[in-house]
């Protein structure tokens, strides 16, 4: 069955950069994407990349997708206190398909 | 534009009886998707429903069940309780475009 696999853990110092590193199986992933978790609350949708793309940027988050090697992943420029969270990969062959995400990294950002 | 919003937040049962959690999707969404997530298992896919038709279901037990309303509001119910079961249950609701899930806050189930 499809798999996501991400690091467990990253610590980084404000105003670093911060990349947060995602592999799938499923080679008919056709939308993959990002959520952030913080304490206590659900899940929100960072953003999204197709399949057909290698790259997207929106503001501070650069998404780059590696579909040779089904590799995603994602780059926070100037990571402050606030991006403190868990983030969570997640693909699916279709629209309106089911999520299969990973099981997250914890993000540290240290003052 | 209103988020998903899942009612109750949180909620405590005991073991045995049943649980019926509710979710209002984003206007206009027609799709709506439960998710269950434990510390153990991570987030993992229960069902989706469309039109107030079950596109989509996974791996769980039929204890798990849910429903659509013409309004697009879905509940899923849990009958029989076990520990097991005590989880955060996350609805995301969708559009027909493939730009994501609106995922709502979630209802935490203690199962005691």
């Known amino acids: 069955g499809e798999d996501v696999e991400q690091s467990l853990f990253l610590s980084v110092r404000e105003g670093d950069s911060s990349v947060i590193n995602c592999t799938y199986t499923d080679s008919s992933s056709t939308y993959l994407y990002w959520y952030k978790q913080e304490p206590g609350a659900g899940l929100q949708l960072l953003t999204y990349i197709f399949s057909n793309m290698d790259m997207k940027q929106d503001q501070r988050l650069t998404v780059l997708l590696n579909k040779k090697d089904k590799h995603l992943s994602l780059r926070i420029a100037d990571t402050q206190t606030g991006d403190s969270a868990i983030y969570f990969c997640?693909?699916?062959?279709?629209?309106?398909?089911?999520?299969?995400f990973g099981s997250g990294t914890r993000l540290q950002v240290q003052p | 534009k209103a988020g998903v919003t899942q009612t109750p937040r949180y909620l405590i049962k005991t073991r045995g009886q049943q649980v019926t959690l509710s979710c209002s999707p984003i206007?206009?969404?027609?799709?709506v998707s439960w998710y269950q997530q434990t510390p153990g298992q991570g987030l993992q896919f229960l069902f989706e429903?469309?039109?107030?038709?079950?596109?989509n279901k996974g791996n769980f037990p039929g204890r798990f069940s849910g429903r659509q309303f013409s309004n697009s509001r879905s509940e899923m119910n849990v009958s029989t309780l076990e520990l097991g079961d005590s989880a955060l249950y996350l609805c995301?609701?969708?559009?027909?475009?493939?730009?994501?899930?609106?995922f709502g806050s979630g209802t935490r189930l203690t199962v005691v």
């Open positions: 206007s206009g969404h027609r799709s």
């Open positions: 997640a693909e699916t062959p279709g629209v309106q398909r089911a999520l299969t």
């Open positions: 429903y469309f039109s107030e038709t079950q596109r």
């Open positions: 995301a609701s969708s559009s027909a475009t493939g730009d994501g899930y609106t």
